[in-house]
């Protein structure tokens, strides 16, 4: 895994509002620079003249109307960096949210099932973190590459024994930063990593909770959830720890090093070596000039725990996704599917499941895939969806493996209906891709239509919250039935039905048939596995290691 820069170029590859947002910083921070310098000068001659009898008040009035329109400007210049920052930050964290979520749908869901919960908890509080970057962190990097080097070249046009000191005090400033980074780097990497874990497992907690509390075992993972939410504070802590160590040492160097340049002007002015308004200048540019770099350092901490999940979700985003097939696909309203020893090893557990399956998916055919649960019936569906690679064996149509079929037009043929269906935040009709009362009539989704308090136009939620388990699995139904595509592949459609209920499927199923449908069942109960023409039988073995 390699590491972020604090300015890295494939953080801006991957965020196009990032690019932006540094070459509008980049420009700021020059306006920056000329403002700051005028700003000194302005007032050393506007103060000078007075302090030596050499003019009055009213002589100095020019300079004073100038110096409130560079406060102006100043003012202004700030307001767009944070402004724009802020705008910058949102958007680059949403672009990579939605590549890194793309990149892991690509990545197929055997990749995704051991990452899932760390990729929710990065993607959403650990990205959250990227704005103190854009906002606070970045503009004082742009600054340190313009303020500082101008102000520097300016100091060393006016007095050079000034610029001198300013030179070999300047790089004692980046040496501890290098120092305290690599400790805030560490730490918030190991903050990034107990928040994944805490995330993990109150995210299965979750998931797990009635299965938990049917059991009565619900208060058991207390002491786990505790014992990682003293980790993250833990964490926290030392990394609060670590940034206000590096804000008092820079501000401390900083302040050291403006002493020195200021105790070498102010002797050399009583001993008349160096004028009133050079030495003004030179006094009032040294910290500015060593600000920036102030900042930068301790301004550091706020963004690297952004940045930490920044590389992790860079280095998913250019993870390498399988070679699609590019070839079209047969058209599956007259082609078989076959099935040849088919072997897929489960990651981590130890078993083959499928193992050895054989069998063909006849065209206009019903089709059931039975066994025990984990035997590998999903994983023999996510096969031939092209989600997966068989270890062994293939799934072919027409003679030409799965893997070698353009996935677009090989998925453009078929319908999936999981046994927990995606839906989303909207209308029932939206869900359904529109009103078809023949599909409802056919899945019995109805008589759900007639219990809705608005029918069609019912609004439910994320997920189908509005709609219980049974009557959103028979919508997934309807949807699947309404789109006609010719293989129907269902994910136990019964599983959280009554008998009633169940016997609308099974009309359903045969109704698809008789449509010309090929659909292919994962099936325990008996009522489904009596319908299908042809019962495929999914074992899975054990293997050593």
């Given at each position: 895994m390699s590491s972020v820069k604090p300015l890295d170029p494939r953080l801006l590859s991957h965020a196009a509002p990032a690019r932006r947002y540094v070459l509008l910083v980049t420009v700021t921070g020059i306006l920056s620079a000329a403002l700051i310098i005028a700003q000194c000068f302005l007032i050393s001659y506007a103060i000078s003249p007075i302090i030596d009898g050499s003019a009055d008040a009213a002589d100095s009035l020019p300079f004073v109307g100038s110096l409130a329109l560079v406060f102006l400007g100043r003012m202004a210049v700030t307001w767009v960096q944070e402004s724009f920052g802020h705008r910058a930050a949102l958007a680059t964290i949403s672009e990579l949210r939605g590549s890194v979520l793309r990149r892991a749908g690509e990545l197929g869901p055997r990749w995704l099932a051991t990452r899932a919960s760390s990729i929710v908890t990065f993607t959403t509080r650990g990205l959250e973190d990227l704005e103190p970057y854009f906002v606070k962190y970045l503009p004082q990097l742009l600054l340190t590459a313009t303020v500082t080097p101008a102000s520097l070249v300016v100091v060393l046009l006016l007095d050079w024994p000034s610029a001198l000191i300013i030179v070999f005090c300047i790089p004692v400033i980046p040496v501890f930063m290098i120092l305290i980074g690599k400790m805030t780097e560490s730490t918030s990497k190991r903050k990034l990593a107990a928040m994944e874990s805490l995330g993990d497992q109150v995210l299965d907690l979750i998931a797990g909770l009635p299965t938990l509390k049917a059991l009565g075992r619900e208060r058991g993972p207390v002491t786990r959830v505790d014992s990682?939410?003293?980790?993250?504070?833990?964490?926290?802590?030392?990394?609060?720890?670590?940034?206000?160590?590096?804000?008092?040492?820079?501000?401390?160097?900083?302040?050291?090093?403006?002493?020195?340049?200021?105790?070498?002007?102010?002797?050399?002015?009583?001993?008349?070596?160096?004028?009133?308004?050079?030495?003004?200048?030179?006094?009032m540019l040294t910290p500015?000039?060593?600000?920036?770099?102030?900042?930068?350092?301790?301004?550091?901490?706020?963004?690297?725990?952004?940045l930490a999940a920044a590389q992790e979700a860079i280095d998913i985003i250019e993870t390498p996704i399988p070679e699609k097939?590019?070839?079209?696909?047969?058209?599956?309203?007259?082609?078989?599917?076959s099935i040849d020893h088919l072997s897929v090893a489960a990651e981590g557990r130890g078993i083959v499941a499928p193992a050895g399956l054989s069998g063909v998916i006849r065209h206009g055919q019903i089709t059931a895939l039975a066994g025990p649960s984990g035997s590998g019936k999903s994983t023999t569906v996510a096969v031939l969806l092209g989600l997966l690679e068989p270890t062994d064996g293939s799934v072919t149509a027409d003679g030409i493996p799965v893997g070698d079929i353009d996935p677009e037009s090989w998925r453009s043929q078929i319908t999936w209906v999981p046994q927990r269906p995606v839906l989303v935040p909207g209308t029932v009709a939206d869900n359904v891709g529109g009103i078809d009362d023949v599909a409802a009539r056919l899945s019995g989704f109805d008589e759900v239509i007639d219990e809705l308090p608005h029918g069609w136009q019912t609004k439910i939620g994320q997920g189908g919250v509005g709609l219980s388990l049974g009557q959103r699995q028979r919508l997934a139904l309807t949807r699947a039935l309404r789109e006609r595509r010719p293989l129907l592949v269902l994910d136990e459609p019964t599983a959280h039905l009554d008998a009633a209920s169940e016997s609308t499927v099974v009309a359903a199923v045969r109704a698809a048939k008789a449509n010309g449908q090929t659909v292919l069942i994962i099936a325990h109960r008996q009522t489904l596995l009596e319908i299908a023409d042809e019962v495929i039988t999914v074992s899975a073995v054990e293997v050593d290691g």
């Open positions: 990682l939410g003293t980790s993250y504070t833990s964490t926290t802590m030392a990394a609060l720890r670590v940034a206000f160590l590096s804000g008092s040492v820079l501000e401390f160097l900083a302040t050291l090093s403006t002493a020195l340049v200021a105790v070498e002007v102010g002797f050399r002015m009583v001993y008349g070596h160096l004028d009133l308004t050079t030495g003004l200048i030179i006094i500015e000039l060593f600000k920036p770099l102030r900042e930068v350092g301790s301004q550091f901490h706020a963004s690297t725990d952004g097939g590019t070839l079209p696909s047969p058209d599956l309203s007259r082609t078989d599917i």
